[in-house]
Structures are given as structure tokens and as C-alpha cells.
DNA sequence: GTATAATACGAACGGTCGTGCTATTATTGT
DNA sequence: ACAATAATAGCACGACCGTTCGTATTATAC
């Protein structure tokens, strides 16, 4: 007898992979607010009761997106980055990383989730806003901490401000996010890159 | 005869500034794609059908809400700047002008209506897209111009690069934008502040 | 003062939204 | 093989979406 389970619905924690990758698609280019469960559950090619009792109300699928979104950021980009040795070399991996992902048009078609979620919930408050927030919050942490340890290790000058250091790579990130992708700029990358090495270089030891 | 013409229907240029003026709002907290026409009929105190009679449809209407901030953002910002001698006190007015105008929460409670639509738009073409991309494209060409006038004038050095300036100086908005807003940073003017008299400094005469 | 044009309203349209309820089907444990 | 359970579909709901249309009201022009 062959084996139909391939053909066959899918089990429910595999369907609901399946429905939240696809919802992270979508979440990419139409914003996490645009996402709306009719059209998931064409995509996914299942009905939207369906679909719908996978998560108990809408608020809970977005959650859901925003979870995966960041375990993904998580995996892809913090992971390895603390995967190096620390100092330099692991801030290094942290931007190259961060710049891989940002490009990767694959699985996020429509960039960074959290980017455009940023801009969008940031007047909205409420659950999303509050995980956007904390995830964030969490991500600069840990860039702070990564320079720390670069200080730490005399890499970069005891001088060196971590905040400081934090909030311009990321406003870099933003900045390189918007004029890819909106504006279309040929320079884009060239710009971040270059800012990078000059930041490091600026607080190197 | 009791002059009714307070209390009675506005006329046709007045009510559309009324309109427009309203959706600014609800552009600025829901994003340029959250404004629904019964909502926004709602806050002006009109029905939907007579509101929407002021638009052909409903991308016009979003239009002409990107084109009045748009406006305001060149009055606000752009004009005043301009108006300083040119040099580095235009670079600074410039500056200023714009973080005033980002801390401006009665006009925009939401903050800027064009870093919200940026990256709500960046992936769905389409002539709110193209308007956005143009607007922003004046801007930068804006800065670099007057970056350029501060080379000419010995203001700032000769080996200023004047897209990476523009960029960075973009850049560092959007990151006080996000650490104020979403992030709630306490020390996200102090940041830009810094950050800015930096790129100043660096490039100094 | 009346004709005309501008302006706003109310009701209704076909769609889609998020969300229940019920029945059916598929998977699992025995 | 069969009962128990989990997963999915079907259908309907009230609300709201953008949009159209006919009608009433108001301002302007003659």
C-alpha cells in the first residue's frame, strides 16, 4: 500500500508551519496589519474556518507571525553572529549576517517583518505592539552586549559608548532598508557598508 | 436675518481642507492603508457618500492626503531651511527644523506620515508608491544640493561625500523615529544630537 | 426672484472582513 | 476493526468596506 501521507491533509502542527510561513510572505509585503485570513487561507489552499482554528481570533495569528518572525531573525542572524568569538569578529558576523538576511528575498519577499511592523504599530498599542517592542528591546541588549565584550576584550576603546554604537548600526540598518527597497538606490549597500567599517574603525582600539 | 453661513455646510475648498486635514491624522497613527472613508467621514462629522463625492475614488483620496504632507512637510521643513544662508547654517536649520517637526505631535500625532507610507509602500507598486519614491527622492536631492552649496562655500571640506552625508543624516531620522516612538529611548534625542554634530565635525573645514 | 449649479445626504449594492456553529472527515490508540 | 479524538469544511452572522445613485438642500448667477 503506498503511502498516502503526502497527498493527505497534514497533521496539525505541520499545517500550522505551513500556514505560518505563508502568513510571513504575506505579513512581509502587506504589513502585519494587512494581513486578512481569507486571503491566507486561499494561499495556503485550505477553507478560512479552517485555517481559523489554528488560533483562536486574529490577534493570536498575528502574534503567531511576529513569534516566528523573530525566532527567525533569532536563528539566522543572532545565533550566529554569538556563534564567533567574541569582540570584533563576532559584531562583524552580527552586521554581515544581519545585512544576509536583509537581502534574503526568498523567505521574506517583502523585507523585514519587524522593520515595517516597527512603523506600523508604533502608534497602536496592544499585544503586538508590546512583543515588537520587547524584541526590539532585546535585540539592541544584545548588541550592546556584544560590544561590551569587544571593549571587554580591548578590540574597541573603553571610550567607546554602547549605546551610542547600538542605536547607529541599527538606525544604518533602517536607513539601508529604505533606500533599497523604496528608493531603489544603486549606492544602498556601499553606504552601510562603508558606514560599518567607519563606526568600528572610529572606536577601534 | 441671522448670517447662517457658520453653521451651515462649508464650502467645497473649505471642507476638503477640513477632510484632508483630519486624514493627516489617521494617516499618521493608522498608516496611509489603515484610513477607511466611513471612519474618517465619522471624525469630520459627514456622511461617507458626501465626503467621498470630494474624490474620484479611493487612491485619490490617499493621493491627496501624501500630497498635503508632502506640503507640510516642505513648509515645515525644506522652506525654513532654505531660507538661511546657505552653508552649514542651512545644514543646521535644516536639522532642527526637521526634529521639531518630528516632535510635532498636534499636527501628526502619529509621527511622519511618510516614514510610516515609506515602508508600508516599498513593496506595492502603484502611484502611492511612486509618489512617496519622488517625494523622497526631492528630499535627498535636497540635502545633497545644500551639503554641496557648504562644500562651495568652504564650509565644509572638499572630500565631503555628499550622498553619504544625505544618507547618514536619513538615516539617523529614522532611528530616532524608531527609538522614540516604538522604543520609547529616553536618550533618543540625545543620540541624534550627538550623532549629527559628529557628522558635522568630521567633515568640517 | 427665479434658474442653475454645487454640495451633501440616505439608502443600497456586491464584497470581504472576523468569527461562531455544526457536520464531516482523517488520524490515533486500543 | 472500532471507538475516541483531532482537523477541516460548509454555512451563516453582523459589521464594515468602497462605490453608485437619486434626491434634497444650499449657494451662485442672471
Same mark, same amino acid.
Not at 489554528?54 to 481570533?57: A, I, L, P, Q, S
Given at each position: 500500500m503506498v503511502n498516502l501521507a503526502i497527498i493527505r491533509p497534514l497533521r496539525a502542527q505541520t499545517t500550522k508551519k505551513t500556514i505560518l510561513d505563508e502568513a510571513m510572505k504575506i505579513a512581509s509585503t502587506h504589513g502585519i496589519q494587512g494581513i486578512t485570513i481569507g486571503e491566507l487561507a486561499k494561499k495556503v489552499g485550505m477553507s478560512k474556518s479552517g485555517l481559523f482554528a489554528?488560533?483562536?481570533?486574529k490577534d493570536n495569528l498575528q502574534l503567531e507571525i511576529l513569534r516566528m518572525a523573530s525566532e527567525h531573525f533569532v536563528e539566522s542572524v543572532m545565533k550566529p553572529a554569538f556563534r564567533e568569538e567574541k569582540g570584533l569578529p563576532r559584531i562583524v558576523a552580527m552586521f554581515n549576517h544581519w545585512l544576509a538576511f536583509l537581502n534574503d $528575498?526568498?523567505?521574506l519577499p517583502g523585507g523585514s517583518i519587524f522593520v515595517s511592523a516597527s512603523f506600523e504599530l508604533d502608534d497602536r498599542p496592544g499585544v503586538l505592539k508590546d512583543f515588537v517592542q520587547k524584541s526590539q528591546n532585546d535585540l539592541i541588549l544584545n548588541m550592546e552586549k556584544a560590544v561590551q565584550l569587544a571593549i571587554d576584550c580591548k578590540?574597541?576603546?573603553?571610550?567607546?559608548n554602547k549605546n551610542d554604537f547600538a542605536w547607529k548600526l541599527y538606525s544604518y540598518v533602517l536607513g539601508y532598508h529604505h533606500f533599497k527597497?523604496?528608493?531603489? $538606490?544603486?549606492e544602498a549597500e556601499e553606504l552601510i557598508k562603508n558606514a560599518f567599517k567607519e563606526l568600528v574603525n572610529a572606536n577601534r582600539f
Open positions: 489554528h488560533f483562536e481570533n $528575498h526568498s523567505t578590540h574597541l576603546k573603553s571610550s567607546t527597497r523604496m528608493l531603489n $538606490h544603486p
